[in-house]
């Protein structure tokens, strides 16, 4: 299996996590049953430049079941082996290998996201990988986009000329994946590469962008500090709308692990995990923001 050797001459992963992936697939190839399976899934795809869901999960859990192994490193090897014929498909719609490099290197994110948070190597969100090989969502500089209909509300109304009516009109869905800082200069680039990538997703010369996330949750800018990165990120968006989670169901994306035990058991090892565990135990209440950014090309329109 030549998957694992291809990720570990083409992108960054651990060492530890390259040998363990090179023996996962060798228990998969020594069964006979397993290695259909896995040849299968990926024939699949390479056939219909699509994805059977319902299969491909069915595969995945014989899989773990036959050998023993964990399902979210199971379903590492079986999202990574299509991404191959994944880099066919960017080739057939004439783009840049570049950007099928930045859509894969997701698989290390959330790779690095799943053994924070379950002390595994592997995926852990099924259909988002799904999203991503059937060209559903697009990496462009430091964030990610998935063409939408705008439903950050339930009314409709008018910015900058432009009118979102939900369900109705274009939008971008941003997604942030966790790739280091949130510079404001380039979350400004990463929008103009949208706006260039997407020119059927404008409406007079404007470009509707949406994002709900407990990243952009305005309640955050109480314990942040003024113009850090993370600020002037939730400062890009309109927001028009916040809801409360005291579960913190979004607490491992911050800290690799649930909110079971409380602020107590969070670790404080960057500035923002400090200043939210601090606030947490002061009372604050873990949330999400909805908010929209309209975009000309060159700025945000505020």
Not at 96 to 122: I, Q
Not at 209 to 223: A, G, N, R
């Amino acid at each position: 299996f030549p998957y694992t050797t291809l990720f570990r001459s083409t992108f960054d992963y651990p060492e530890e996590a390259v040998s363990f992936f090179l023996d996962v697939e060798r228990k998969i190839n020594d069964n006979s049953e397993t290695k259909k399976l896995l040849d299968e899934s990926t024939r699949r795809f390479e056939t219909t430049d699509n994805i059977d869901m319902d299969k491909l999960t069915k595969a995945i859990d014989r899989t773990a079941e036959l050998t023993g192994i964990q399902r979210r490193s199971v379903a590492f090897v079986f999202f990574t082996a299509m991404t191959g014929h994944l880099r066919d498909m960017y080739k057939k719609k004439g783009l840049p290998d570049e950007l099928w490099h930045d859509a894969v290197r997701d698989f290390g994110f959330k790779n690095r996201e799943c053994h924070e948070t379950y002390g595994e190597w592997g995926l852990f969100a099924d259909w988002w990988h799904r999203d991503f090989l059937m060209m559903g969502i697009y990496a462009l500089g430091r964030l990610q986009y998935q063409p939408a209909k705008y439903g950050m509300t339930d009314e409709t109304f008018e910015r900058h000329g432009l009118k979102l009516i939900p369900g109705e009109t274009d939008a971008l869905s941003i997604h942030i994946p966790s790739d280091g800082r949130l510079r404001e200069e380039d979350v400004i680039e990463s929008l103009k590469k949208a706006y260039d990538f997407f020119p059927d997703k404008r409406v007079d010369g404007k470009l509707l962008f949406q994002c709900s996330s407990w990243i952009i949750y305005p309640k955050m800018l109480d314990f942040m500090t003024p113009g850090s990165n993370l600020s002037r990120f939730i400062g890009c968006f309109e927001i028009l709308g916040e809801k409360q989670e005291p579960e913190f169901p979004d607490c491992w994306r911050l800290y690799g692990r649930d909110y079971s035990e409380g602020p107590s058991a969070l670790r404080r090892d960057t500035t923002l995990r400090r200043q939210y565990a601090e606030w947490l135990e002061k009372g604050g209440v873990p949330g999400r923001g909805k908010g929209i950014i309209i975009f000309d090309g060159e700025k945000i329109l505020h």
